[in-house]
């Protein structure tokens, strides 16, 4: 689908019709791609799915060697 490599990935949690929206954005080198993951009844459950999806999409890419594993 992408010919180019993501270079991070970050989620996020609005409120959108009575419910929480878990939105994940994905940047490239040339262009950023938003999409909606999912809804859930709660915030505390959009946030814990959020933090799951962020350190997934996130496991892959590659970081720049830090000394403290590299990931933020």
Not at 14 to 21: F, V
Not at 33 to 41: L, S
Not at 45 to 72: S, V
């Amino acid at each position: 689908m992408f010919k180019d490599r993501a270079l991070i990935a970050e989620t996020f949690v609005e409120e959108k019709d009575g419910q929480w929206s878990v939105f994940i954005e994905v940047l490239f080198k040339d262009e950023t791609v938003r999409y909606e993951v999912g809804r859930y009844f709660t915030k505390k459950k959009a946030e814990l799915a959020a933090g799951y999806i962020k350190r997934c999409a996130n496991r892959d890419i590659p970081h720049p060697n830090d000394g403290l594993g590299g990931c933020c």
